[in-house]
Every structure is written in structure tokens, then in C-alpha cells.
């Protein structure tokens, strides 16, 4: 007997008793729906942050800064930090082994060791006042820099190649015209506080690119470091921290993935952290993964339960069926193609279910999409819920599988009737 028949005779013995059938089908279908709404809301995350965050770019960047004291190095909470002596470094800079902050030149002496670095960049703080294109109409400013070798994805033009250049959100750029190509090499002028005198001081900028939406993008302009440079020490030149910084970003002459990581651990070495774009979309990944995971729990406890569904089921189609298991056997149906008729009306029962659940998870999730826009408004491209293929096919490959194995049990004692004693069965 072929699989096509089995599968014929397993459809047809599931539809001679609908009403049970059918209550443990959807008893799958509860489980399986959880899964895909749950994997929907991961995947809908996942596409957020690939869509929105991922707008700009660099293999061969490093983000450095000092490595902060851990909980795990052995001091309790609440015990106060030793204070420790400032030294000096072999390049004679002052070293504060009690600050976070470092200033250019000890970052430079890095190179010594580290010929791979091409450029450092300080992460410069800078804030804007306004921005103007025709020195009438001004428009509040919102002021991050590009540091060198980071590329900004632009609708029209291109990233930062030079210096006095600017990048606009997409946003401002249609506000400033409905055709955004043409203002490209435009010149704006954005002002900018000086210290706390208050004073404004202006700066004038030629249009690089529109940025694509993103996360950061969608609503700060970015300059160049040397033009955030001048702003910083305009803003910053009298304050106690000047020329003190947080934060590095590190320009490679490679992108090699083995090369930056041993680049990693020397500077691991030297009391630094350092992490790629990559990195970074790995730590958001995971902990997206982990929401993903704690939510999938739940839909495994109902998938635990259905599956005592599929057991009942079966036994007591076992129970119903005895004298013509027996009768097939005594005609020559061998116990292994029993054991399988068993197993495939386990996976039908399962894969029916999985079919109702992801049809149920991607109407209701349609459905949700279209009602929450109005409230996710100000996460421009985020879609609650998505439906990725793979995701799916994983879903109902999970719920057949278990459902096989809730099968197991009663197709393995379908098989071992004995045939003489299947037919005197009352």
C-alpha cells in the first residue's frame, strides 16, 4: 500500500468522527495561532530594525570607548571603589584610571600598536539651534556628526565625502522642496549657541544627501567631523570636560571579520571596549530573540496540552477500531504500515491545526496592523506584526512534529494488536 493510499484512508478514519476531530484540531490550532502571532511580533521587530536602524553603514568602523567596571569583577555593590593614582603612558600622556574620558592624544597612541587604524574620530557633542535655506523660513535643528568612514544611505545624493557638508532628514528636504534632487549642492546655514553666552553663531553648509527614514535619521541633520569639530570647541572650549570624550570611532584599513576581531581583543587588552555595526545589530537581534523565546513558551504549554488531545484521540480510536485493525492485519497489513496509519492521522490532526493557526495569526495580524498605524505613528515603517515565510513553514513543521510524537504512543499499541485476539474484541 502507497503513502497516497494511507494518507486517503488516514483523512477519511479523522471524518468519521467530525465533532471529535474537529474540538482537537482546534485545540492545535490555539497553540499553533500563539506561535505565529508571537513569531509575527518578533519578526514585525526584526523588520523595524533592519528597515529603520540599519541606515547607516561601515565594515571597517570600530565604536571604542573605556571598558566600564563589570558586576561580575568581584565588588559588591555598595562597597565604595578604591581610587587609584593618575600614571603616565609610554607617549608621556596623563592616564586618569578613574575617568571614563579620554582625550585625542591617548586614543592617537593606540596607533603605535595598532597599525590597522586608519582615522580616529571623537564622538563630538554638538547641539543646533536652527536651519535655514533661503535665510527666511528657519526650521529647528537637530545636530548629530558622521564620523570618517560612516555612510548615511541618502534617497538623492550621496553620503559625506568632504568637509562643509550636510546631510538633511528626508522630511526637512521636502519641506525645503517637493523635488529633493534639486537640492543637492545647495548651500544651507545652521546656527548654533556658543558656550553659555548665549550668542549665535552661523555656519554655512552645502547639501550632501536626503537621508533615507530611520530611526536616527528621520529627524537629525548630519555634518562632518571637522564641521562638528569647529562647533564642538565653539560650544564646549571653556567648560571643565573640553576636548575630553566618551566615546571613538575607530576607521580601519580592513574589513576582514577575523582581522577586526583580533584588533578587538588587543584593545581588550588595553582596557577598551569595541564593537562593530554588526555588534550591535547582534545585541538587538538577541534581545529581540529572547522576547521571542519567553512569548513562545506560552505557546508551547498550549501545544503540550493539544497534544494530550491527540493521545486521547487516538486511543480511543484505537478502542473503536479494534476488531478492524484485526481484520486488516489478518489480511495482511503488516504492523509497521499500522503504526504508520496511526502516525499520519496524528500529523493530519496537527497539520490541519497548524493550517487553521497561521490562516487565523495572519488575518488577525492584518487586521492588527491596519488598526494600531494611527498609534504607531511615530514609528514611521514599523508593522506590528510580520508574516515571513520561513517563520511560517517552521510553525507547522513545530506542531506536526509534535504531533507525531503525541501519536507515538497510540499508534505503537495499534501495531501490537494481536489479530485473533483484535477480532473477538466486544
Keep these: ?150 555612510k548615511q544611505k541618502v534617497e538623492v545624493g550621496s553620503t559625506i565625502t568632504g568637509t562643509g557638508e550636510i546631510i538633511i532628514p528626508l522630511a526637512l528636504g521636502k519641506t525645503f522642496s517637493p523635488d529633493i534632487k534639486t537640492l543637492i549642492g545647495k548651500d544651507v546655514t545652521i546656527a548654533y549657541e556658543v558656550g553659555q553666552s548665549g550668542e549665535i553663531k552661523m555656519m554655512q553648509l552645502k547639501i550632501a544627501g536626503v537621508a533615507t527614514k530611520g530611526f536616527m535619521a528621520n ?87 493539544a497534544s494530550f488531545g491527540i493521545i486521547n484521540t487516538l486511543i480511543v480510536a484505537v478502542m473503536e477500531r479494534t476488531k478492524e485493525i484485526g481484520l486488516q492485519k489478518a489480511l495482511g497489513m503488516g504492523s509497521e504500515k499500522i503504526f504508520l496509519l496511526f502516525t499520519l492521522e496524528s500529523i493530519l490532526i496537527g497539520f490541519w491545526g497548524a493550517i487553521v493557526g497561521v490562516i487565523g495569526g495572519i488575518i488577525v495580524g492584518t487586521f492588527a496592523n491596519i488598526l494600531t498605524t494611527a498609534y504607531l505613528s511615530s514609528f514611521e515603517g514599523y508593522s506590528l506584526f510580520s508574516f515571513r515565510l520561513f517563520s511560517i513553514v517552521w510553525v507547522i513543521l513545530l506542531v506536526c512534529v509534535i504531533a507525531f510524537l503525541a501519536g507515538v504512543l497510540p499508534a505503537f499499541k495499534a501495531s501490537r494488536l494481536n489479530p485473533i485476539e483484535a477480532l473477538r474484541y466486544e
Excluded at 39 to 48: E, F, R, S
Excluded at 239 to 255: E, V
Design 1 to 150: 500500500m502507497k503513502l497516497r493510499d494511507l494518507l486517503r484512508i488516514a483523512n477519511r478514519n479523522l471524518l468519521r468522527n467530525k465533532l471529535r476531530t474537529f474540538l482537537t484540531i482546534m485545540a492545535i490550532f490555539v497553540g499553533a495561532f500563539t506561535l505565529v502571532m508571537t513569531n509575527a511580533l518578533g519578526d514585525g521587530m526584526k523588520d523595524y530594525v533592519e528597515n529603520q536602524v540599519k541606515n547607516r553603514e561601515g565594515a571597517n568602523i570600530l565604536f571604542v570607548r573605556k571598558k566600564f567596571e563589570t558586576p561580575n569583577s568581584g565588588r559588591k555593590a555598595d562597597e565604595p571603589i578604591e581610587y587609584k593614582e593618575k600614571t603616565q603612558d609610554e607617549a608621556g600622556n596623563v592616564v586618569d584610571p578613574n575617568s571614563y574620558s579620554l582625550d585625542i592624544t591617548q586614543m592617537e597612541s593606540l596607533k603605535k600598536d595598532l597599525p590597522e587604524i586608519k582615522t580616529i574620530t571623537p564622538r563630538f557633542d554638538i547641539d543646533g539651534e536652527y536651519i535655514t535655506l533661503d535665510g527666511i523660513k528657519k526650521y529647528k535643528l537637530n545636530l548629530g556628526m558622521l564620523s570618517e568612514g560612516i
Design 219 to 305: 529627524g537629525n541633520c548630519f555634518v562632518d567631523a571637522d564641521s562638528a569639530k569647529r562647533i564642538y570647541e565653539d560650544q564646549h572650549r571653556n567648560s571643565d570636560g573640553f576636548n575630553k570624550f566618551w566615546n571613538f570611532t575607530f576607521q580601519l584599513d580592513t574589513s576582514n571579520d577575523k582581522r577586526i576581531g583580533e584588533i578587538k581583543r588587543k584593545l581588550d587588552e588595553k582596557g577598551f571596549s569595541a564593537e562593530t555595526f554588526a555588534d550591535q545589530e547582534k545585541r538587538t537581534y538577541d534581545a529581540i530573540g529572547i522576547l521571542q523565546i519567553g512569548l513562545n513558551f506560552f505557546a508551547f504549554i498550549a501545544l503540550l496540552a
